[in-house]
């Protein structure tokens, strides 16, 4: 059964870099059929997705987002990372990490999903 | 980017039926897949619907999904009502101009 588990510091400080990591386990994160992405979720909104990361590198970003974030991907660890820099109070959220697979012209639904780990920034 | 919108909340009594509505705000809802997530509280979203209209396994055939080419919209639908389907749920798509994942704003659903 793939398991993502999110990990990295509960809070940070207004204007650093917040960094979590995604590990993955029960598959591979090389197979040719996946993305791995990050999704946000402020107290009470909706899902925002950030971006997604194929094992090669490749990158998409959520266009709002883009400046800040960097997501990167170690297949010998079995873990993808997310780093958003210059965080406000507007970037607490729950972090989730999570797989989508990918079709010939797009990507299906996000199938498999870490627990969440709630970030807060603040002082 | 287009975006998806949905209805901030809606309620409905067990037994009955529920439309939820995810409306493509520009280009053709049939252009890419829609996939409904379902989220309760303290939860991580779980697919109940993926590639417009097909249930993942486990999922009961109470939830169905569909896209209306003429209002630029998909919806879930639920029926039989139960207690248990109390919950957000959230409406996905791809845009395949710059490889963008998109989220619908939400719908709560209150079953009472």
């Known amino acids: 059964q793939l398991q993502l588990q999110e990990s990295g510091p509960g809070l940070v400080k207004p204007s650093e870099t917040l960094s979590l990591t995604c590990t993955v386990s029960?598959?591979?994160?090389?197979?040719?059929?996946?993305?791995w992405g990050w999704i946000r979720q402020p107290p009470g909104k909706g899902l925002e997705w950030i971006g997604n990361?194929?094992?090669?590198?490749?990158?998409y970003y959520n266009p709002s987002l883009k400046s800040r974030v960097t997501v990167s991907v170690d297949t010998s660890k079995n873990q993808f990372s997310l780093k958003l820099s210059s965080v406000t109070a507007a970037d607490t959220a729950v972090y989730y990490c999570?797989?989508?697979?990918?079709?010939?012209?797009?990507?299906?639904?996000?199938?498999?999903w870490g627990q969440g780990t709630l970030v807060t920034v603040s002082s | 980017n287009f975006m998806l919108t949905q209805p901030h909340s809606v309620s409905e009594s067990p037994g009955k039926t529920e439309i939820i509505s995810c409306t493509r705000s520009?280009?053709?809802?049939?252009?890419?897949?829609v996939q409904w997530y379902q989220q309760r509280p303290g939860s991580s979203p779980t697919t109940v619907i993926y590639e417009d209209n097909q249930r993942p396994s486990g999922v009961p055939d109470r939830f169905s999904g569909s896209i209306d080419s003429s209002s630029n919209s998909a919806s879930l639908t639920i029926s039989g009502l139960k207690t248990e389907d109390e919950a957000d749920y959230y409406c996905?798509?791809?845009?395949?101009?710059?490889?963008?994942?998109?989220f619908g704003g939400g719908t709560k659903l209150t079953v009472l």
């Open positions: 990361i194929y094992y090669s590198g490749s990158t």
């Open positions: 029960g598959g591979s994160i090389s197979s040719s059929s996946y993305y």
């Open positions: 999570a797989r989508q697979a990918k079709y010939s012209s797009g990507w299906y639904d996000f199938d498999y």
């Open positions: 520009s280009g053709s809802i049939a252009s890419n897949y």
């Open positions: 996905q798509s791809y845009d395949s101009s710059n490889h963008h994942v998109v």
